[in-house]
């Protein structure tokens, strides 16, 4: 299956799947779990400085100097040989991921206006819900939610493209898995503490797939 081919399917599994969670119980019935409507409170809370540290802007901390590494590895190769050869290649798809991913999920944010659950009335937040899938005026230009694809595990998802670093079938298992972990790690701290539902993760999983496999379409041309 050519790569073209299953950026397609990709796409087309990105919109069936977005529109069968936006249209189901699932997402509510799984946030349920890290809600306590007693005490009003989430499994994780906003306030502890020590887990953000480590799964906020630790994490985001590391994959910034990873592509800072990258890009320093990149022009030094290229001032040095004035071309880039396979090896080199996968740096850039990796680092193209990282820039575009998330540049790309701030984009949709302005376009979605999709509420994370810690700001809907079901959580005792301000908030109806809204789905993505809703392209109806605002009632209220000022409720604007921001929460759809979640953003802060799209940088860790675009390290996916670590599959592109290596030709060795084993190192790329390994390069895909790691972008899995760290983007789910990411997703799962979220997710327990009332800021994003699965299907916000999951779509910027496969969003960020999609944009890998089209930047090393793009690159392997060449």
């Not at 990105?14 to 189901?24: F, I, M, R, T």
């Not at 119980?25 to 349920?32: G, H, K, M, R």
């Not at 022009?75 to 575009?100: E, M, N, P, W």
């Not at 860790?156 to 790691?178: C, D, E, H, T």
Request: aromatic letters at 16%.
């Amino acid at each position: 299956m050519t790569l073209s081919l299953r950026s397609f399917f990709i796409f087309i599994f990105l919109c069936a799947g977005v529109l069968w969670l936006e249209n189901s119980p699932l997402d509510f019935w799984i946030q349920d779990f890290f809600y306590d409507p007693h005490s009003k409170t989430w499994l994780i809370s906003r306030d502890n400085a020590v887990l953000r540290i480590i799964f906020y802007t630790g994490i985001k901390n590391v994959i910034t100097l990873f592509a800072v590494g990258l890009l320093l590895n990149i022009l030094f190769f290229f001032y040095q040989k004035r071309f880039l050869d396979d090896r080199h290649k996968g740096y850039a798809i990796v680092l193209l991921s990282i820039i575009i991913t998330p540049l790309l999920a701030v984009l949709i944010k302005e376009l979605t206006y999709v509420h994370c659950p810690s700001r809907l009335l079901h959580y005792g937040g301000p908030s109806e819900f809204r789905s993505a899938l809703d392209f109806s005026p605002l009632h209220d230009l000022y409720d604007r939610g921001k929460c759809f694809p979640a953003g802060h595990a799209s940088g860790g998802f675009a390290l996916m493209a670590l599959y592109f670093m290596s030709s060795n079938p084993r190192y790329q298992k390994i390069g895909l898995a790691v972008g899995l972990m760290i983007g789910w790690m990411m997703s799962l701290y979220q997710m327990l503490k009332g800021a994003h539902f699965l299907s916000h993760s999951l779509a910027i999983m496969l969003l960020s797939w999609l944009v890998i496999v089209v930047i090393a379409r793009l690159l392997k041309r060449y």
